[in-house]
């Protein structure tokens, strides 16, 4: 049997590109499925363009390739389970299921992997906000759809309720009592089926609900970290992992709170491509072809900024000013407001004096 491998990736955003880059160097050829034929996947690989609920193309990339996997949660998971062979798709469409509803996900991460989340219930019309404690303040999140903040309500006093029962009785969803967290973290976490490999914890700053900035490893004790890397391990067995998750986590004094899983590579594991003996776009693919992981390990303390729309030119002259930071352009074409055009990641101490760009100026 060949070792090379022909990979079909859904989305071909800045995601799948990194993950075909990955596939690319070890050997394997990469087809991607993207509406746009001139997506950053295209650079790296061939483009078969057409919606991603078309059942027609996705049976083409299926028929074309030995392993399809995914690089963003809302592909049309139905439409995959009509067209795959049998273990075509090691990550599975459950995994897509659970990520792609709130409710579901709540469910798999309380019950089912049995860490600890925000408490929570299940609201299915603003009935359900009635009898709420307004001593406690909440954030209000639609099961479906919402990304980055939006579909989301946080509820901290009566005045919040008019907003609150319009989102309530507009589609269904997940009242979550509000964390006051010290820091956001996240962690990664690969497997192969059997086997799992888990990168260092990552400390996140968001603005506007964006990701701004990723300091790892995150400011937090020993015991914490080692916490946070055990429960991403722990969600990752439950699923028999395929392929590369994110945790995102809220870090309190004394404990961790899972917010949310990603089933893919995630913005805050950019770091791991230079940082890291292994990015988790490499351990991705070899995750989802079935090989064994290798252990992670940080080089050096790192940090990784954004460069949204707004911030190409100041990213272009910061790299002139500090040729060592590693600058990364998703080859996008348009560069629009708050969309996400590039990275840096660069080695360093001191985080706090690595400023972002557009800081105080432009977010
Ligand atoms: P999400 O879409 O669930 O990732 O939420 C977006 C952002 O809202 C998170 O990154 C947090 O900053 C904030 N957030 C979400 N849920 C909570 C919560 N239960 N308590 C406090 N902040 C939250």
Not at 9 to 15: A, F, R, S, T
Not at 186 to 195: E, L, M, R, W
């Amino acid at each position: 049997m060949s070792s090379t491998k022909t990979i079909g990736i859904i989305g071909g955003g800045q995601l799948g590109q990194m993950m075909a880059i990955s596939a690319i160097y070890m050997g394997h050829k990469v087809i991607t499925l993207d509406p746009a034929s001139d997506c950053p996947s295209s650079r790296v690989s061939e483009v078969i363009a057409a919606p991603y609920d078309d059942v027609d193309a996705l049976r083409q990339l299926a028929d074309r390739c030995d392993v399809l996997t995914y690089e963003f949660e809302n592909v049309d998971a139905d439409g995959l389970d009509a067209v795959i062979k049998d273990g075509q798709l090691p990550q599975g469409t459950e995994l897509l299921r659970i990520s792609q509803n709130r409710i579901f996900e709540k469910d798999f991460l309380s019950n089912k992997a049995q860490v600890t989340v925000a408490p929570y219930k299940v609201v299915t019309s603003s009935l359900d906000l009635e009898d709420i404690d307004l001593s406690k303040n909440y954030v209000l999140k639609t099961a479906t759809g919402g990304y980055d903040g939006h579909g989301q309500k946080v509820i901290t006093s009566a005045e919040d309720l008019e907003e609150a029962n319009a989102l309530a009785n507009s589609a269904e969803c997940v009242l979550e009592e509000f964390v006051n967290f010290d820091l956001e973290i996240s962690v990664i976490v690969s497997g192969n089926g059997k086997d799992v490999t888990v990168f260092p914890v990552q400390e996140n700053i968001h603005r506007n609900n964006i990701l701004s900035k990723t300091i790892v490893p995150a400011r937090i004790s020993d015991r914490l970290a080692d916490r946070a890397k055990a429960i991403a391990v722990k969600i990752a067995e439950q699923l028999n992992l395929s392929g590369t998750l994110c945790v995102e986590m809220f870090a309190t004094a004394d404990d961790i709170i899972v917010n949310e899983i990603a089933p893919r590579p995630h913005n805050s594991g950019h770091y791991s491509i230079e940082a890291c003996d292994f990015s988790q776009f490499d351990t991705h693919i070899l995750g989802v072809l079935g090989a064994p992981l290798p252990a992670i390990n940080l080089h050096e303390p790192a940090v990784m900024l954004n460069i949204l729309g707004q911030h190409v030119e100041a990213a272009e002259r910061y790299v002139t000013e500090n040729p060592s930071a590693h600058l990364h352009m998703y080859g996008k074409l348009e560069a629009k407001h708050n969309r996400k055009m590039g990275h840096v990641t660069l080695f360093s101490n001191e985080p706090d004096n690595v400023v972002e760009f557009g800081k105080g100026i432009d977010f």
